[in-house]
Structures are given as structure tokens and as C-alpha cells.
């Protein structure tokens, strides 16, 4: 059992969770749109914003 649980929290550590893409996904999607609407750094900004989200959340 505790081999089982050791394992899913290496895998979960190294593959990351949904919640962070989850939430940066919408900021990531503006960004590729915005790029193609405006100048490349507005829309660069937006995705890093995405970028941020899904570094600071580590699950």
C-alpha cells in the first residue's frame, strides 16, 4: 500500500495536476488570439500571465 501511494505522489510531482492548466488555459488562449489581433508583446504578456498561473500552482 505505502509502495502504491509512494508512487502516485512521484508521478503526480513530475506530470503535474490539471488545476494549474485548467486555470491558465483561458490566459494562454487570449494570448494566441491577441497575438494574431495586436502587437507580439501584448499578446506575449497575456500568455506568460497563463504561464505564471500554471508555475505557481503545483497541483
Known amino acids: 500500500m505505502v509502495k502504491y501511494i509512494v508512487g502516485i505522489i512521484i508521478a503526480l510531482t513530475f506530470n503535474g495536476c490539471i488545476v494549474g492548466d ?4 483561458p490566459f494562454r ?3 494566441a488570439v491577441l497575438e494574431v489581433v495586436t502587437p ?5 504578456s497575456v500568455t506568460d500571465v497563463g ?3 500554471d508555475t505557481a500552482i503545483p497541483f
Open 51 to 53: 504561464d505564471a498561473i
Open 40 to 44: 507580439d508583446p501584448i499578446g506575449g
Open 22 to 25: 485548467a486555470l491558465a488555459l
Open 29 to 31: 488562449v487570449s494570448g
